[in-house]
């Protein structure tokens, strides 16, 4: 975990704001931190605890690491921090017993600060009993409570607290920090794979750090190559993706039939398939207007790759080709035959262009009156 909000990764909006309370001497009495998991909500809490906390604080805002204080949070045993996990710590009881905790002052520094981990996951009676200290804490007590779902929380709670949300974390922040860990520990790494590793971790810096660690022990020689790491995440190329477009925009029944036998062969799942599918049509998309470009996250090989295709797909065939396949993702778990029901999809999307060329074509003498 990062020691100090410098190394905090993608939250500087929060970082910057907590900083500039300490300096200032404006710490709220309560924090909410809110965001999804593995972006920083922990570790944030952490750095701010052992920082309010740190005896040579100063006109700094980074924790100094060297005083009693520091030294014995770093060492796990600071007597003024206390975690609390309430996804099994839930009870009024275990409420109780932190509410007793805080009449006594602390032994060192100015704060005593509890830390309280998926807070949602308390009872309704939990948050009433916490409720009452949460109104009227001690001037040395400060609490930090965080979640991955905000909603779940009483509007008591919530209005008593100073919350701050945390971002999901850019794919190129986090690209660009794995390179970082892989150079430090001498790891060689294809930027693609890393880029790769960022993009399945989806916004969670801590699913990333699994995953690029899963491969580093799964690699030769501390080499992690783009296509070892699609095999060690079982990931569908976006290659495959490109064909598959490819066939349909060309009317390619076979084609499609055989590709998507193919995929079934490598181990990959029908839906997954659809559904990274229906993600491939709605980039291509994207890449329709120059505007929206920027919101296609991929590697710049990976987005001209995306480019040369939209300019062959139509607007109408990619509206057209969204539908059918969020059609056949919905109907998906409910088909009794569902490698059919997939192929059945594939012909459809095969002939949209036939039926959009027909939908252009003149009308003829006698259509519609029958004369």
Do not use: W
């Not at 701010?48 to 005896?55: E, F, G, M, R, S």
């Not at 007793?100 to 981990?117: F, L, M, N, S």
């Not at 929380?153 to 919530?158: A, K």
């Amino acid at each position: 975990r990062p020691a100090t909000f410098e190394n905090v990764i993608g939250q500087q909006h929060i970082t910057n704001t907590l900083k500039n309370a300490i300096k200032n001497n404006q710490l709220a009495q309560a924090f909410l931190f809110c965001g999804p998991r593995g972006v920083g909500k922990t570790t944030c809490a952490r750095i701010l605890a052992k920082t309010i906390n740190c005896l040579n604080i100063k006109e700094n805002t980074e924790a100094c690491n060297t005083c009693d204080s520091c030294v014995s949070f770093n060492k796990g045993g600071s007597l003024n921090i206390h975690e609390l996990d309430a996804a099994s710590n839930n009870s009024v009881e275990d409420i109780r017993s932190l509410v007793d905790q805080v009449r006594y002052t602390p032994q060192i520094g100015k704060y005593k600060i509890y830390i309280i981990d998926e807070v949602h996951m308390l009872s309704t009676s939990a948050f009433n009993a916490f409720l009452k200290t949460l109104e009227e804490p001690p001037s040395y007590a400060i609490f930090i409570l965080a979640t991955t779902e905000k909603h779940k929380i009483l509007p008591t709670i919530l209005s008593r607290c100073q919350i701050f949300d945390f971002n999901r974390i850019q794919i190129n922040d986090m690209t660009l920090h794995l390179s970082q860990i892989a150079a430090k520990e001498g790891i060689i790494a294809d930027l693609e794979a890393l880029e790769l590793i960022a993009q399945k971790a989806d916004g969670g810096l801590r699913d990333a750090l699994s995953m690029f660690d899963l491969n580093v022990t799964f690699s030769k020689d501390n080499v992690l190559k783009y296509a070892e790491v699609l095999d060690n995440l079982h990931i569908l190329d976006y290659d495959y993706y490109f064909k598959m477009t490819d066939a349909l925009l060309n009317s390619k029944v076979s084609d499609s039939f055989l590709l998507f036998d193919e995929i079934l062969k490598k181990g990959f799942d029908g839906h997954q398939f659809i559904i990274g599918l229906l993600e491939h049509f709605r980039n291509i998309l994207v890449c329709k207007d120059p505007v929206t470009v920027r919101l296609l996250q991929v590697s710049e090989s990976v987005q001209k790759k995306y480019l040369e295709q939209s300019t062959a797909s139509s607007y109408s065939f990619l509206v057209s080709a969204l539908s059918i396949g969020a059609s056949c993702d919905l109907n998906y778990k409910a088909a009794k035959n569902q490698k059919l029901h997939v192929e059945i999809c594939l012909l459809k999307l095969a002939n949209i262009a036939n039926v959009l060329n027909l939908a252009t074509l003149p009308a003829t003498e006698g259509d519609g009156g029958g004369k």
